[in-house]
């Protein structure tokens, strides 16, 4: 035992040195080296890693040494048993990553399609976690907050706004399994970053006027051009639209699930959406091409993506984009019907007055809306002729 000095290890030549007890040197021709402890394991032979000799020294080799061989003659794999307290260590720890996805996991439930479509995870996955995601929450202060958010808090406002409200979300969580953190380090980190200079604007939206020259240059028969088409003449949103089933279309009515309408909760009533003549040849054209069910596939699997029709757009040089056609169908509902309030509304699936109102109130105005969505259509195909 013991055979090792300093001034040895330091004058050797590249090779492997025996200190005793199975603990040697592995030094290497860069200069470089190893500490290494052979030990048996259930008549196995192991060689475990002990760390690089110019950071571990001689004397912290030995009692590393002498650990490891206690445990073996315990019967325990020392190797294993190394990384079970790596992890045990890892996992007391609470590292932000692990809180976060707790945080994100509890909230699951009352998240629309547990919260995978609003996106209400990539915030922190994007912008805080790579930088952050490996640090206690414990130790984490408004420094390193504002640190992590201040590259996007000017210039992706609306995305920082939404990251750091998710940090405080992790933090409450943190402290409500007994951690000891700063529940005021979001805020003062805000404080830090001062105040944003963006200010979130509306979705461009098209001109009720310019509509049907845009609607007529939709004419390829593609399951963009369609899918665009029949959000022109619905108003509904860009999901329910993209995972439109055949199965929901009976009797010129289109069914949405009341899961898939933006801010409702499960009990919710699904919404009518009544069909124009119009609507109904394009979704006769858009069974040709529709897969499993779905009216507008996309080439490879599933359903066209949230940006397939603004990209068309874009390529179109136009500012509008697909959802700023709810916008052109409600001006012109404004501009050129006599429209009740409460119809114009529920047109575009918003919700209308107070509870009580609304439990006394038991219409949807199908039948008046099925006027308009006519009226509407017949806009839409004028090519801009009157």
């Not at 200190?19 to 021709?29: E, I, M």
């Not at 969580?173 to 001062?194: F, I, M, P, Y």
């Not at 047109?347 to 969505?373: C, K, N, P, S, W």
């Amino acid at each position: 035992m013991n055979r090792l000095t300093a001034v040895k290890i330091k004058s050797s030549s590249p090779g492997k040195y025996a200190d005793g007890g199975g603990l040697w040197l592995h030094k290497r021709d860069d200069g470089g080296g190893q500490w290494v402890l052979r030990i048996t394991v259930h008549g196995r032979r192991r060689e475990m890693g002990l760390g690089s000799f110019s950071e571990v020294s001689l004397k912290e080799a030995r009692d590393e040494a002498a650990r490891w061989r206690a445990v073996c003659r315990q019967g325990l794999d020392p190797i294993k048993e190394r990384d079970r307290l790596k992890r045990e260590a890892a996992r007391n720890l609470h590292l932000l990553k692990d809180i976060a996805q707790d945080a994100f996991d509890a909230r699951k439930a009352e998240l629309k399609d547990d919260g995978v479509a609003g996106r209400w995870f990539s915030p922190l996955e994007h912008h805080v976690l790579p930088k952050l995601g490996r640090i206690p929450i414990a130790d984490l202060n408004q420094t390193d907050i504002r640190d992590v958010l201040a590259p996007i808090w000017h210039a992706k406002a609306e995305t920082a706004k939404k990251a750091i409200n998710r940090l405080n979300i992790c933090f409450k969580h943190a402290a409500a399994l007994g951690l000891d953190v700063d529940l005021q380090a979001t805020e003062k980190a805000r404080a830090l970053l001062g105040k944003q200079r963006h200010k979130p604007g509306n979705i461009p939206a098209m001109h009720w006027q310019e509509v049907p020259a845009f609607y007529a240059k939709l004419n390829d028969g593609s399951v963009t051009h369609l899918a665009l088409r029949l959000l022109i003449l619905t108003g509904v949103r860009s999901r329910p639209l993209r995972f439109i089933q055949e199965d929901q279309i009976e009797g010129g009515v289109w069914t949405i699930p009341g899961e898939i309408m933006k801010g409702r909760k499960d009990k919710t009533p699904d919404f009518r959406v009544p069909l124009s003549e119009e609507a109904l040849r394009v979704i006769e054209s858009a069974r040709r091409q529709a897969r499993a069910g779905y009216l507008f596939p996309s080439v490879r699997s599933g359903v066209i993506s949230d940006m397939t029709m603004s990209r068309l757009m874009e390529r179109m040089k136009l500012e509008a984009r697909p959802h700023g056609f709810r916008s052109s169908l409600r001006d012109w509902l404004a501009e050129a019907t006599d429209a009740p309030h409460e119809v114009a509304e529920t047109m575009l699936g918003h919700i209308v007055g107070g509870a009580v109102e609304r439990a006394y109130r038991r219409t949807d105005f199908l039948e008046q809306r099925r006027i308009l969505m006519t009226r509407w259509a017949q806009h839409v195909t004028t090519c801009g002729e009157k």
